[in-house]
């Protein structure tokens, strides 16, 4: 990626109501959504973040404005408009401490980044475009999204694709699997899960999943497993990259840490050229993403640089 340069994302601002403790009876408030804790994630990974969102004017859009300068993402490139109101999710937790999203209250879903509101220049001044499918099921985001790309594309700009689904914000699991698969081309990089890897490719096998997906040709593919690792999809070969086990707490956002360790990593050494480039990335991925899981929350577990300074490169 081009030095001095900032990552770029796109997506919705949330709310997280996450539960306190596996009773899902009590909920602390925290600001949330995947392109936010990526957007977050990065800068505290210390790489200039800027992101692309709309908020209101209500206390709620105030809380999640002031959370985002406060983590060091510039909003240059957000939007305002007064009526719009914050989504939030509630989160509850398994018995195995793996999160459950329960419910969505999205009270303005219609008010959307279009794709007039994009600026050419932020994207002039990029090094990396980041999104995921949680905006992907209203059509206004989805002419958005496809606009970034374009002028990603435009201004070499390298795009990573968090497939993310959330099945609750979709009319249907059929139509999810269209809209989502048909941006799996579009990406340079793209993360999903070995589940999310089985819903889009209809296959509980993770090679048949795998061998399903290359017909996409997609440069560079991250599946990951959890405690088993990470799966990496290189010049026609899959890679295993295991992770040193922890003690989950949450695993709340741990997803989401992977992927801003990714885009950390492609930012400093640029486009993985190598099966040794794509180990090293990987790597600092699932260190990311094992942190994340032993604290509480998701953006509030988001490691930071200095956490990651163990005595290995990074």
């Known amino acids: 990626m081009k030095k001095n340069k900032y990552i770029l994302t796109y997506g919705d601002a949330f709310v997280d109501y996450i539960a306190t403790d596996t009773t899902n009876t009590s909920f602390n408030r925290h600001l949330g959504g995947a392109t936010v804790n990526v957007a977050a994630g990065v800068s505290r990974l210390g790489i200039p973040s800027h992101f692309i969102t709309i908020t209101g004017d209500d206390e709620t859009s105030t809380f999640v404005r002031n959370e985002l300068v406060r983590e060091g993402v510039d909003l240059t490139h957000a939007i305002t408009v007064p009526e719009k109101r914050v989504s939030g999710v509630y989160i509850h937790l398994t018995p195995e401490f793996d ?13 959307q980044v279009t794709e007039t509101q994009l600026n050419t220049k932020s994207f002039e001044q990029a090094s990396g475009f980041h999104f995921c499918s949680g905006t992907l099921f209203h059509p206004e985001a989805r002419a958005t999204t496809r606009k970034a790309i374009e002028l990603s594309k435009e201004h070499n700009v390298i795009c990573s694709y968090d497939v993310n689904i959330r099945p609750l914000r979709w009319e249907s699991e059929g139509h999810c699997r269209q809209i989502v698969m048909k941006f799996l081309p579009t990406a340079d990089i793209i993360k999903l899960t070995t589940e999310e890897l089985a819903f889009l490719m209809k296959t509980d096998s993770l090679e048949e999943g795998i061998e399903r997906l290359s017909g996409n040709a997609i440069p560079l593919v991250f599946v990951t497993d959890g405690e088993n690792g990470t799966y990496a999809v290189f010049q026609d070969q899959t890679i295993h990259v295991p992770v040193i086990p922890v003690q989950p ?26 099966q040794q480039d794509v180990i090293e990335c990987a790597d600092f991925g699932n260190r990311m993403g094992a942190l994340c899981a032993t604290k509480a929350g998701a953006l509030t577990a988001m490691p930071r ?3 990651m300074k163990d005595g290995r490169e990074v």
């Not at 999160?99 to 008010?111: C, G, H, I, K, Q």
């Not at 695993?251 to 930012?267: E, K, L, N, P």
């Open 305 to 307: 640089i200095e956490e």
């Open 249 to 274: 707490v949450d695993t709340t956002g741990a997803g989401d840490a992977f992927m801003a360790g990714i885009i950390r990593h492609v930012y400093l050494n640029g486009f993985p050229k190598t």
């Open 99 to 111: 999160r459950v999203f329960a419910s969505y209250v999205n009270e303005t879903p219609d008010l």
